[in-house]
């Protein structure tokens, strides 16, 4: 099982954005922090992993503005070049969770982040992909699927260098809006893709845990099963630690903050 061996309390590197908060109507200035950690149990074909979730703002370089996600994956080359100079960026494996669009116009507005995932294929060796609920495709995503190195899980699984890692897109919520699924359909798909004993599980929405805010009926679907490591993200919590339920599955939530996990080999 893999194991999230350490994170450092404070990032290492940050980002400064725009998004417009809760309740306002006014882009403000925001800092994505970037934390450093320690993973074992990876297999040897994959150096690190990136993970990161709603990544919901916009950095203005002179006169463009960009998504948050693809000025990241660009600041991401420089400090894999810096810090992590001795890995081989094509052994690095890229999970985004979702809810990687925004615009200054609205809060809570849906767009496609394509481009997003296009940067980060651009750089790293492989990426994994699920959709959040403000995650939508204008044109499609027929594009991206054609990316050898991009894969995207709607609710399914992917066995990638010996990992077997599962992904459901979207949140609880009425079936006629973005990303949205019932309450007993979404804990339907969840219950399927674990009682395939994934090694990674990848959600947008977040259980309840320790006092964090999220799903209660997800986490109780989840302490019955089998442990996993997930990452997930769509409810803030103020911890960069990960979580743990009862079963043992270890939560790293990363919404607004992105993980470098590093591997070494388990004792």
């Not at 290492?12 to 954005?17: G, V």
């Not at 790293?124 to 995207?152: P, Q, T, W």
């Not at 990992?163 to 897109?169: D, E, K, P, R």
């Not at 990848?202 to 845990?209: D, G, I």
Request: charged residues 20%; contains cysteine; negative net charge.
């Amino acid at each position: 099982m893999l194991q999230i061996d350490k994170i450092d309390a404070l990032p290492f590197e940050s980002i400064q954005y725009f998004t417009i908060p809760s309740g306002g109507t006014e882009a403000e200035i925001f800092s994505l922090p970037i934390y450093s950690g320690i993973i074992k149990n990876l297999p040897a074909a994959i150096d690190a992993i990136i993970v990161t979730s709603d990544l919901q703002g916009v950095v203005k370089v002179k006169e463009e503005c960009l998504l948050l996600g693809e000025y990241l994956a660009d600041n991401l080359k420089t400090i894999f070049d810096l810090y992590y100079s001795k890995i081989d960026k094509e052994k690095v494996l890229v999970l985004l969770c979702g809810d990687l669009y925004t615009s200054l116009i609205k809060r809570g507005d849906s767009g496609d982040p394509s481009e997003v995932w296009k940067k980060f294929s651009s750089i790293f060796g492989n990426v994994i992909r699920i959709a959040g609920n403000h995650d939508c495709f204008e044109n499609g995503s027929d594009s991206l699927n054609k990316i050898d190195n991009i894969c995207f899980l709607e609710n399914g699984i992917v066995k990638y260098q010996g990992l077997t890692i599962a992904g459901l897109s979207g949140i609880i919520g009425r079936q006629d809006k973005n990303y949205r699924m019932p309450e007993p359909d979404y804990l339907k798909a969840l219950s399927g893709l674990m009682n395939k004993d994934p090694d990674i599980l990848l959600t947008h929405l977040s259980p309840e845990a320790k006092g964090f805010q999220g799903e209660p009926k997800m986490t109780s679907l989840l302490e019955r099963l089998s442990p996993t490591t997930l990452f997930c993200g769509h409810s803030h919590w103020e911890t960069n630690q990960p979580v743990f339920l009862k079963n043992g599955t270890g939560i790293i939530n990363a919404d607004a903050k992105v993980f470098i996990l590093t591997a070494i080999s388990g004792d």
